[in-house]
């Protein structure tokens, strides 16, 4: 059975784009996307995805808050913060952060690698 990918973007766009990815991989699916934090919560537990993928600029909740509640609900299932400040972001982040991996946006031809590390079929 493929693995499930909860994809939350405010940018249509950049969700599209990364449908697509998600379309020619055998192993890995999208299970849905969310186009905010609170979307986001509410897919995550209808879904219950292997793994999410996080915007971290986005109207309401930020990134970071969502990935907070994320991690309450469902503790095991890591989380890519997918950003434009991806190395601001890794050094400000601390040990108890509910983030596995930072990625930058400029860094998504390299992001089923990623995905791959962190849940590996």
Do not use: W
Not at 1 to 24: T, Y
Not at 108 to 118: E, G, Q, T, V
């Amino acid at each position: 059975m493929p693995k499930r990918i909860l994809v939350v973007d405010n940018n249509a766009m950049i969700r599209k784009s990364l449908c697509k990815v998600f379309e020619i991989q055998e192993d890995y699916d999208m299970c849905a996307e969310a186009a905010n934090g609170e979307e986001a919560i509410t897919l995550a537990k209808r879904h219950k995805p292997d793994l999410i993928l996080l915007d971290f600029q986005m109207p309401g909740m930020n990134g970071i808050e969502v990935a907070y509640e994320l991690k309450r609900i469902m503790p095991n299932v890591p989380i890519i913060l997918f950003t434009l400040h991806a190395d601001a972001m890794a050094h400000t982040l601390g040990q108890d952060s509910p983030i596995d991996l930072v990625v930058a946006k400029s860094d998504a031809l390299h992001m089923m690698d990623h995905i791959r590390s962190l849940i590996p079929v």
